[in-house]
């Protein structure tokens, strides 16, 4: 029944309504004279059907789904390891940022994208912003905290990859307008049902294309540093893509923990990854003289890049 279901909110537990069963002493006391009046007998055969119903429901009831709690243990162990994981990455940035003379723009975007995913792990990890999805086909569990950290974290990215190149503002701001509008594409279709929900999947795709694209085009010319760089991004940026459609966003043909497991391996690697080997090959990426003619954002630059 749809009053039974629970509507879908941002909010860290969820609770499904439904109503108490008669309680068994209660239909006792409603009928106290049922041993002595035998017509009485025909009253609990009718109510049988119902309470039979009600009795299932209540099976159901009995127990809360309240996040952390009700998670699998597997899955609670990869969404710590995802926030122990991009905390120490975070850490070992910051080092590596407070070690050179002078910071640069790089490092510094290269933390805040593991300092925030390390946020929204521990977020997932504690059951905040955690949906039990019950509107949809089958129930389902939909982390929030996930398309926060894409939304913020991505476009840091992409500008720490923008930076090996020296690229344009245009192409920088295409591909942070293209990402922000794959990653919002992929969160409204999460919070949607079927089939809505595959034609916002869709459009995130053609958003992830043209990211695709533009990264490709850049590529001849360009040192191995930003072209490894380059390849990282795109794969990652399709395995989240498989990881929706196929885990509990989309069809979940995956487990729960399969899908947690792959999407924080994946993080791993797109933002953690692709940080450590960036800014440990920092001087070969931007070139003999661009370790230190290019720390920092230079205004001015009659060519427009974002250097």
């Not at 299932?56 to 122990?84: Q, R, T």
Request: charged letters at 15%.
């Amino acid at each position: 029944v749809n009053h039974h279901e629970m509507s879908l909110s941002i909010r860290p537990f969820f609770q499904i309504l439904q109503e108490d069963p008669a309680p068994a002493d209660a239909a006792a006391d409603a009928a106290p004279a049922a041993d002595a009046a035998p017509a009485a007998d025909a009253a609990p055969a009718a109510d049988a059907a119902p309470a039979a119903a009600d009795s299932a429901a209540g099976s159901i009831a009995a127990g809360d789904v309240v996040f952390p709690d009700d998670y699998p243990n597997s899955v609670k162990h990869m969404l710590l390891i995802g926030s122990l994981g991009m905390l120490i990455g975070a850490g070992v940035l910051i080092f590596l940022q407070m070690s050179r003379s002078k910071p640069t723009v790089s490092h510094s975007l290269c933390f805040l994208a593991c300092a925030i995913s390390a946020m929204a792990y521990y977020a997932m990890w504690t059951g905040l912003g955690t949906e039990y999805k019950t509107t949809d086909t089958t129930p389902r569990v939909i982390f929030l905290p996930r398309y926060i950290d894409w939304l913020l974290t991505q476009p840091l990215i992409l500008a720490a990859l923008c930076q090996i190149n020296k690229a344009e503002v245009s192409v920088l701001v295409s591909l942070l307008g293209n990402d922000i509008l794959m990653v919002l594409a992929l969160m409204i279709g999460a919070i949607n049902v079927a089939p809505f929900k595959y034609m916002w999947w869709f459009a995130g795709a053609i958003f992830l294309v043209i990211i695709i694209v533009n990264l490709i085009q850049r590529l001849d010319g360009q040192n191995d540093v930003y072209k490894i760089s380059s390849y990282i991004i795109i794969a990652c940026s399709c395995v989240y893509a498989l990881a929706w459609v196929l885990g509990s966003e989309g069809t979940a043909s995956l487990g729960l923990t399969q899908e947690v497991a792959l999407v924080v391996l994946t993080d791993l690697v797109a933002k953690l990854g692709f940080s450590l080997y960036f800014l440990f090959n920092y001087d070969t990426a931007m070139g003999e003289e661009g370790g230190e003619e290019s720390e920092g954002l230079k205004d001015g630059d009659d060519n427009q890049q974002f250097v």
